[in-house]
């Protein structure tokens, strides 16, 4: 048996090694002139979507590297390291530099974004010399995304809260195709580089908007607003009527008060709102206004904003969003619930000579912009502890830790993570033993997700036949095959269109399968079993596994490159041994929860939780929801107490054995007898001995001498 699996192995291998060389002989046939060599894994990867590249300083023929001066960061990849980090600052800055350490350029995992950075030319490699239009010693300002260019940081020296933006030194590598300006004197690098953010968006608006009268903008801050309120006047003059709103938590620096007066000097209206309540927004804005707006930009990436948007438009008006990240499908969704004919476009498509329209535009407010950021400056408040008084607000306001209750430190860094995570749209890896709860996080996520009001399936991938896999994954036409249904039917995926679909035990898939499954979540669409035509779907996919997929990966028994597609995140769930304080807040949930059910009323004593929190629980939540379940019902007194519980374990403690067990062969190919049998040894006489407390009584309990009790515990070194 070992020898087959020893040659399925060196046959997967091989065909492994083949398929990379393959694709790397493919690869290289293009010209690498935007930065194809520099890819590290996964292998067959370009740089925008690989896990991690390389930022040695040395450069080729076709690369320029640039001394770093001032990186600014797109508005929700700025805000995620800010809220992860609590919005203390040194946290802030440990994160990033890890971010760049990991994988060689700066490449947020959670929102899949980064920005854009500036600096000055300092080596020029030979090709890149003579196409390039540049020259050594010139200020640039890269238009390229850092998640497609290595980077390396030696320190950040300043944060600026208001334009999102780090003061830096360190050094970038530019390719040939690498899109890049210089920037004239007189206008300021700050607020450029806000702008340049929002390039192509704003020339789309100058093209879009002249066939309008009233317009809205839902600013994520004041600057890009006002950037766009340039664009529409560049293109209509003072011939329209425009609106701003901004949300009251993301204003920046600067008074409510202050920030109205600066609008007033653009727009003819300005509201200061809470954007996550859009109907109250919404009110408040129609209250005031004459009519609805031909044109709305909704620039803002908070969950409500989307519904504000179609609110305030009219039917047949034009709806533009600034990026993915701020609901576009929700508000299609909704405007189809309101009746309402909109029409809605998503912007941020890179577009050529754009920089030359966005300097334009900025030279003729850049006397306005001057003296926004100087104000910007002198009105510098404690961003830091404002920001975290909003943020707790926020979350108080919307309740967003749900049912999940824990008592830990731990686990209480551990759900503000995956709240967090649960606001950006990408792949999840759950990790931890059997029971700890990671259904319960899927959970988490889900119903603080954009996705929660569309379909959550959650599949077991190891009850999933091999030969039927395929089509319960993809679903299959009418009459495909022998035995398939009249009507045809839905895969998982296709089930799962718009919201999550959740692989557990992710790992048991065969590699065929997780080849078809790559594919799919690389092209976002499939073709049903006998289908001819594909299938477009939009999911976001969360795994679990008891064993860690990256062991997996190494033993050959799990794709590399499907892996680095799932690993955007890696939750890991610490099991109950590790997080002891959530056990009597648990047990006492479990008790109430049951009680109830049972029409009963019964009490844990103290000697009772002493007993729960003490033991180990190998089978964790899972198997102390079922102690208390099985407590419930067995003890007829009022208050159950430690001799209860004691009872209960007791009944347990062979199929405790036999969990450990089953745990320690996961995996393996071979066992080893007499390790297998000196570890259950150990826990039987350390549970004797922890119960009793004396080794007389624990060889009593085991049948045993005493003397022989006491050469096993010598022997074991208990």
């Known amino acids: 048996m070992y020898n087959k699996h020893k040659v399925k192995r060196q046959k997967y291998v091989a065909a492994k090694k083949q398929t990379i060389e393959t694709e790397e002989k493919h690869m290289a046939k293009l010209k ?39 990186i600014h960061l797109e508005r929700d990849c700025f805000q995620q390291f800010c809220r992860d980090s609590g919005f203390d600052e040194a946290k802030i800055i440990a994160k990033i530099l890890d971010v760049i350490n990991r994988r060689g350029k700066l490449h947020n995992p959670f929102t899949n974004t980064a920005g854009q950075f500036s600096g000055i030319i300092e080596e020029m490699g030979s090709k890149y010399a003579k196409r390039s239009p540049y020259k050594v010693g010139d200020e640039i300002v890269s238009l ?18 208001n334009f999102d933006e780090l003061i830096v030194t360190g050094y970038g590598i530019l390719f040939m195709d690498s899109p890049l300006t210089t920037i004239p004197p007189g206008i300021q690098l700050d607020y450029t580089m806000v702008a340049f953010d929002e390039a192509a968006n704003l020339k789309a608006i100058y093209d879009a908007c002249r066939g309008g009268k009233r317009f809205l903008i839902i600013g994520k801050d004041l600057i890009t607003s006002i950037a766009y309120v340039s664009s529409i006047k560049k293109a209509l003059g003072d011939n329209c009527y425009i609106t701003v709103i901004l949300d009251e938590d993301e204003i920046g620096t600067l008074p409510p008060k202050l920030v109205k007066e600066e609008l007033a000097h653009w727009v003819n209206s300005s509201y200061i709102l809470n954007v996550t309540q859009p109907i109250n ?11 609805l707006y031909d044109l709305t930009i909704n620039c803002e990436d908070l969950l409500g904003s989307e519904v504000l948007s179609v609110i305030l438009t009219r039917r047949k008006g034009q709806l533009y969003f600034t990026s993915l990240m701020n609901s576009y499908t929700q508000s299609n969704l909704f405007s189809e619930s309101m009746n309402k004919e909109l029409e809605t476009h998503l912007l941020g498509q890179f577009v050529e000579g754009v920089e030359t329209f966005t300097i334009e535009l900025l030279i003729s407010i850049s006397q306005d912009l001057d003296r926004l950021s100087k104000l910007y400056q002198s009105q510098a408040l404690a961003f830091g502890q404002a920001k975290k008084k909003a943020i707790s607000l926020n979350m108080e306001k919307t309740g967003k830790a749900d049912d999940f209750v824990f008592g830990s430190p731990t686990t209480e860094a551990l759900v503000n993570d ?34 929660k009001i569309k379909p ?18 993809f679903g ?27 692989l557990d035990e992710v790992g048991a898939l065969s590699l065929n399968l997780q080849s078809k499954l790559l594919r799919v979540l690389q092209e976002n ?42 690993n955007i995140c890696t939750i890991t769930i610490p099991p109950l041994r590790d997080r002891r304080e959530d056990i009597a807040v648990l047990a006492t949930t479990f008790l109430e929860n049951y009680c109830k059910r049972y029409g009963t009323d019964k009490e844990l004593d103290p000697t009772a939780l002493t007993r729960l929190v003490g033991y180990d629980w190998p089978g964790n939540v899972r198997e102390l929801e079922n102690l208390i379940h099985r407590t ?56 004797a001995l922890k119960k009793f407390g004396s080794t007389r009584k624990a060889a009593e309990f085991l049948n045993m001498t005493q003397p022989q009790l006491m050469r096993k515990k010598q022997k074991y070194h208990i």
């Open 144 to 161: 390229t995304t850092m998640t497609a260019i290595p980077l390396h940081i030696d320190k950040i020296h300043k944060i600026d809260y």
């Open 476 to 502: 299959y036409e009418a009459g495909s095959f022998t035995g398939a249904q009249t009507t045809g039917k839905k895969g998982y995926f296709e089930l799962a269109n718009g919201g999550i679909l959740f």
């Open 281 to 291: 927004a919404a009110e408040t804005v129609l209250i005031e206004e004459e009519d």
């Open 32 to 70: 690498d002139t935007f930065g194809l060599s520099r890819v590290i894994e996964p292998k067959a990867s370009v740089p925008v979507t690989a896990w991690k590249i390389d930022n040695n300083r040395e450069i080729k023929p076709e690369e320029c590297r640039v001394s770093l001066k001032l």
């Open 456 to 473: 959550c399936v959650k599949i077991n991938c190891a009850t999933i036949q091999e030969n039927l896999a395929e089509s319960e994954f």
């Open 632 to 687: 419930v019902i067995g003890v007829k007194g009022h208050i159950i107490t430690g001799g209860d519980i004691e009872s209960v374990l007791n009944e347990s403690i062979y199929e405790d054995l036999v969990i450990n067990l089953k745990r320690s062969m996961r995996g393996t190919t071979s066992l080893d007898f007499n390790k297998i049998i000196e570890q259950q040894e150990i826990q039987l006489i350390e549970y």
């Open 525 to 566: 669409q499939f073709y049903k079993v006998g289908g001819t035509a594909p299938i477009d779907i939009n999911v976001r996919v969360i795994c679990a596994n008891n064993i860690p997929l990256r062991l997996l990966v190494e033993q050959g028994k799990f794709r590399e490159d499907l892996y680095y597609r799932l």
């Open 418 to 451: 995956v709240l967090n995570i649960a606001d950006y749209d990408c792949n999840v890896i759950l990790q931890g033993e059997t029971g700890v709860g990671k259904e319960k996080i899927l959970e988490l996520i889900y119903k603080n997700s954009v996705r």
